[in-house]
């Protein structure tokens, strides 16, 4: 993805901001029975090497 940029003027520039992802509630991901799935198979699902 090529990074985008922005020029503003001087007057434009925000003062302030507002942090979105301290109010988003993440879920946890799910297994295939709908239940919350543990570190261990969280770790054998990013893991590039296991074989899926």
């Given at each position: 993805?090529?990074?985008?940029?922005?020029?503003?003027?001087?007057?434009?520039?925000?003062?302030?901001?507002?942090?979105?992802?301290?109010?988003?509630?993440?879920?946890?991901?799910?297994?295939?029975?709908?239940?919350?799935i543990s570190?261990?198979?969280?770790?054998?699902?990013?893991?590039?090497?296991?074989?899926?």
């Open positions: 993805m090529k990074p985008k940029s922005f020029i503003l003027a001087k007057d434009e520039i925000p003062r302030q901001w507002y942090n979105i992802l301290a109010d988003i509630k993440m879920n946890p991901p799910l297994g295939p029975d709908g239940q919350p570190p261990d198979m969280l770790a054998l699902a990013l893991d590039p090497g296991h074989g899926l």
